[in-house]
């Protein structure tokens, strides 16, 4: 069945430096590919999405591109602040009825 | 817009006690949907409604657990009686219409079963 992989956190860094949070996917068709994040105690927010091959979500300086060939949507910020502390989850929209399926999530923690 | 909301925020209760958690989704979306969420399993889809309608309960962990959507602005998430192993953040969301769409998740309800 379908199903997204993540990588296992957590993932500490300090103050401007580069993210990269590395997610593949398995799927049938072509499904959408979403990046939701969780800052502690609230639910989970989307991020960014994409929809189509070689499509690139963006919003608030992180990035993702949707990649057939590899099957990945690897999330990556330039320059990460403390205010980016937070859980991300990888999510397609696939299985048997059309729903969400989400990845473990990956615990990032930024350091001043 | 309001959002997703939930109530209670925060729920502690003993064995054996019914709990149940509410749920109103953003107006005019037609789906919804209840997760739960622990350390142990992560992120779990529970049930699934498009139009009041449940398309999807494989999640519900067993009799103990049920869920209602009497009209297309609440639901409610019902266990009992409650266990320890139940102890966890459940999440409602919505989405405008099914499960291909975007979600927007309401705060949580923590959820402490003694």
């Known amino acids: 069945g379908d199903s997204v992989t993540q990588m296992e956190g957590p993932v500490t860094l300090s103050e401007e430096a580069f993210l990269t949070i590395n997610c593949t996917y398995t799927?049938?068709?072509?499904?959408?590919l979403f990046w939701y994040v969780q800052y502690p105690g609230e639910g989970l927010q989307l991020l960014l999405k994409?929809?189509?091959?070689?499509d690139k979500g963006s919003n608030k300086g992180f990035e993702a591109t949707y990649r057939k060939e590899t099957t990945s949507f690897h999330l990556e910020k330039g320059s990460v602040q403390v205010s980016d502390s937070a859980v991300y989850f990888c999510?397609?929209?696939?299985?048997?009825?059309?729903?969400?399926?989400f990845g473990k999530g990956t615990k990032l923690s930024v350091k001043p | 817009d309001a959002g997703v909301i939930q109530s209670p925020r925060h729920e502690v209760t003993e064995m054996g006690q019914e709990v149940t958690l509410r749920c109103k989704p953003i107006?005019?979306?037609?789906?919804l949907f209840w997760y739960r969420q622990t350390m142990m399993r992560g992120l779990e889809l529970l049930i699934y409604?498009?139009?009041?309608?449940?398309?999807?309960d494989s999640g519900m962990p067993e009799d103990r657990f049920s869920a209602k959507m009497p009209n297309a602005s609440f639901s409610t998430l019902k266990i009992q009686p409650s266990e320890p192993r139940d102890s966890a953040v459940y999440f409602c969301?919505?989405?405008?219409?099914?499960?291909?769409?975007?979600?927007?998740f309401g705060p949580g309800t923590r959820l402490l079963v003694l």
């Open positions: 969301a919505s989405s405008e219409r099914g499960g291909r769409e975007t979600q927007y």
């Open positions: 409604f498009n139009n009041n309608v449940p398309i999807d």
């Open positions: 994409a929809t189509k091959a070689d």
């Open positions: 999510a397609l929209n696939g299985g048997s009825q059309g729903n969400l399926i």
């Open positions: 107006s005019g979306h037609n789906s």
């Open positions: 799927a049938t068709g072509y499904p959408s």
